[in-house]
Every structure is written in C-alpha cells, then in structure tokens.
C-alpha cells in the first residue's frame, strides 16, 4: 500500500492533485484545503490511502496523518465508499467528526453532498467506540491502528470476495474482535476469512 507521497506539485485542481515522485506523476484526490495551498513547483508531502478497485487504482491524501485515520475507519462504515469520505472529511474536521460521535449527533453528517439521513446514522452508530471523544490540545485517534479494516477489506477483494461483501464481514469480525486483534492485519484476516468461509459468494 502507498502510505504517503512527497514530491513536486505538477498541476492542482479544485478537489486533486498531480504529485511527481521520481519522475512519476501520481494523481490524488485531497480535500479543497489542499488543493488550494498546493501550488506548481512546490514540495508537497501528502499522507496517502490507496484504493484497489478491479478497473482503477485511487490515491486519496490528507495533510494530517489523523484524517487519514479517520478516513480509513469512515470507509469501514456500510455504505460510506472512499470519495463520500474524502467528502466528509472536506466538510468537517477531525475534531468536528469526533464532538458528533461523541454526541449521537447525525446532522453534521447530513450536511455532506452525498450523505443521506440512513447514513449518517450509521456513521454515528459505527464510528461509536472508534473515535475518541476530542481532548483540548490533541486529535482525536481511531481506538485500532490506522487502516487495519480497509488493508483487511483490500486483501480480501484481491482474494476474490466483492468489496461491499468483504468490507461487511471485516466490520462484523472487528466488532466481535478482541482490541489485540482489531490492531493486527493478519488476525482481523483470519477471522474475517473463517467467517466468509471457503464456500462464500465471490
């Protein structure tokens, strides 16, 4: 997985930005924050999430390692796919995300282009436990180490299983993991395969 890219800006747009690393140009879809501070000629360093799809591969980067965080538990979230996450995440800052969890409060979410009532809810209700409560002076952090559902989620669509059958089953599992296991790769895995088991739908 590409986890972060630093190289010069070769051209920035409204909602992405093209990154040339080494002489190779990637393009990645940001938030309107910073897009407009990013500026041709520049060092731009960007904390990254990659996206495999059968017919693409997105990069989705933030300046901050904590909305990378909190983007990779958003699209653990049923029905929240990377670019409505990316749009949350350009609504709302992270301190923001957590106060609503925090409060059972859904209406934020509904304010994002893209989000529906149903799924706000559910952002609420299984962000819940994810996300501290925000502390004066700090970011609020996922409670299980960055990614570690999605790198799950990727690994089974690579195995097979379809994305929306996959990312169900890791949030399943993770639900009914201990914390040590919600923190480790290859034990979210494990479960998250006996749970799908060997005769699943592909």
């Known amino acids: 997985m590409i986890s972060s890219l630093r190289g010069t800006v070769l ?28 500026h041709v000629g520049e060092t731009l360093a960007l904390h990254t999430h990659l996206v495999v799809r059968e017919d693409a591969l997105n990069l989705f980067g ?17 029905g929240v796919g990377p670019k409505s996450a990316l749009g949350v995440l350009s609504t709302l800052t992270v301190e923001q995300i957590a106060q609503a969890v925090a409060d059972d409060d859904d209406t934020p979410f509904r304010k994002v282009s893209g989000i529906g009532p149903k799924t706000a809810k559910l952002i609420v209700v299984q962000l819940a436990g994810k996300i501290a409560p925000p502390v004066p002076g700090a970011a609020p952090l996922a409670s299980v180490a960055p990614d570690v559902s999605a790198q799950v989620t990727i690994a089974l669509t690579g195995l097979g299983w379809n994305e929306r059958l996959a990312a169900d089953a890791v949030a399943v599992v993770a639900a009914e993991a201990t914390e040590s296991e919600r923190s480790s790769v290859q034990a979210l895995l494990r479960r998250a395969l006996a749970a799908l088991g060997p005769q699943a739908s592909r």
């Open 11 to 38: 051209h920035a747009s409204l909602d992405a930005v093209i990154i040339d690393v080494g002489g190779v140009g990637f393009s990645v879809a940001v938030p309107p924050d910073v897009a407009r501070t990013a």
């Open 62 to 78: 933030f300046a901050e390692r904590e909305e990378l965080t909190v983007f990779g538990v958003l699209i653990s979230v049923t």
